[in-house]
């Protein structure tokens, strides 16, 4: 398989989301799984955009584990980092939704957080190689949650920067996966001063930032060279180079949001591999790389599911081709 030019690192897990849009958790009785988490989400959305990616995570030696790594491998992702542990289950997540589709995460059943097998990424085990030939790695927050895993994702990142690999963290906040939550704020901003492009959505921001403005955060981790702040139906913000803008959202027939923040990560740095990140100085190349990055997010959220629901380039193409946008 060819050397990935995105390495994404993280969870994939079953998403067993609610048949029951706007009945709470507990009353909740038919749930359908459907293949989630969302670092794994970001490669398989690119693979499906044509940016060769590769996944780098930890998966139970399981039924649920195996399908995982089928499908993976099936959608074009990559699958020299994926480490299947012995013991540990593969992770499931229940998710209910609202009536508007919005979801949110309930929890694990049965299990606590800290025993799924993505806890277990081995630092030892990384596939150093597809480290040396890599342009991106993209991450999230939550195996910071745990000891093993967290080791595991600060090698990677000292490895991106022995291979001067850009690296985009989405911060991706899920409490629930969190031990002792009170710690999360401090670990993620540590993690964020290894970061070349953070995205957050407006809560996120706020939680950390005490404000959604992409440019004051910007300029306040000086480090940084991009900041997107997603919104939901109320669009985007960026800053990135120094050049600021808004979008307004699609207006889309919403199924599901589960994954849209996924896809739109994965719109963004499948622009950035096609524009080179050298555009990013001009402001009318980074409105577009961003209007795409929001075209793929809109276009996941017409169909249920995260992985299932993601669109191909030729989709995203003819999207933007009908609403009078180039790509």
Known sequence: MSHPRILCLGEILFDLLSDQPGV???????????????PANVATALAKLGTLSGFIGCVGQDDAGNQLVHLLHDSGV?????????????RGVYVVRSA????????????????FADTYLDADKLPVHLFETADFLALGTLEMAYPASREATLQALSLANQHFIKVLLDVNWRPVF????????GIIRSLIQHTDFLKLSDDEAEWL???????????????????????GERGCAYCINGNQGKLPAFEMPV???????????????HQLCQQGVK?????AQVEEI?????????????????????PTAVEVNEFLQRIGRRT
């Open 255 to 269: 199924v599901d949001t589960t994954g849209a923040g996924d896809s739109f990560v994965a719109g963004f740095l």
């Open 209 to 231: 930032f005490d404000t959604a403005d992409p440019g004051i955060i910007a300029h306040r981790l000086e480090t940084v060279e991009g900041v997107l702040v997603t919104a």
């Open 24 to 38: 709470p958790y507990e009353e909740v009785t038919a749930w359908t799984p459907y293949p989630g988490g969302a």
């Open 178 to 185: 969190w031990l002792n939550p009170d710690e999360a704020p």
């Open 100 to 115: 508007t589709g919005d979801r949110a995460f309930a929890g694990f059943g049965a299990y606590q957080t800290t025993e």
């Open 279 to 283: 555009n990013l100085t001009n402001a």
């Open 78 to 90: 990559n699958i020299q980092g994926v480490q299947q542990h012995p013991n540990a289950p593969t």
């Open 290 to 310: 961003v209007h795409y990055a929001s075209a793929v997010g809109a276009l996941t959220t017409t169909k249920a599911g995260a992985i299932a629901a993601q």
